[in-house]
């Protein structure tokens, strides 16, 4: 895969799919698409407090920072997501930093509100 690192201020409302693989039996790849960009960061959050709230059943409310989040994503055998780039009329592929670089930038812009 090529990933790039640019990504217009269109792209963040363009179709995007969620590639998970959560371990290295290709049988546990799945994946998720999406109306944005924006709703696909929030899925990678939805992912990992449904994995927190399996650990722990009996907890009423579940925290989290940041850090735990990334942990969770690195520790994934794979995640990538592709995003419908609407000029070229293709997908175009983002890794795992990515990623997190964008739902930092996301909680960032969420708490400031």
């Known amino acids: ?3 790039t690192n640019n990504l217009r201020m269109s792209s963040s409302n363009s179709h995007t799919i969620l590639l ?3 371990s290295h039996k290709p049988t546990s790849r799945t994946y998720c698409d999406f109306e944005t960009l924006t709703e696909a960061l929030e899925g990678v ?6 994995h927190l709230k399996e650990l722990n059943p009996s907890s009423l409310s579940i925290t989290y920072d940041i850090s735990q989040l990334f ?3 690195d520790d994934l055998s794979d995640m990538a997501c592709l995003i419908f ?6 997908y175009e592929p983002k890794d795992k930093e990515w990623i997190k670089e964008k739902i930092y930038a996301l909680l960032r812009k969420q708490a400031g509100k």
């Open 45 to 50: 959050c939805k992912i990992y407090e449904e």
């Open 20 to 22: 998970v693989q959560p």
């Open 1 to 3: 895969y090529y990933y």
């Open 71 to 73: 942990d969770f994503i």
């Open 85 to 90: 780039n609407r000029d070229q009329r293709t």
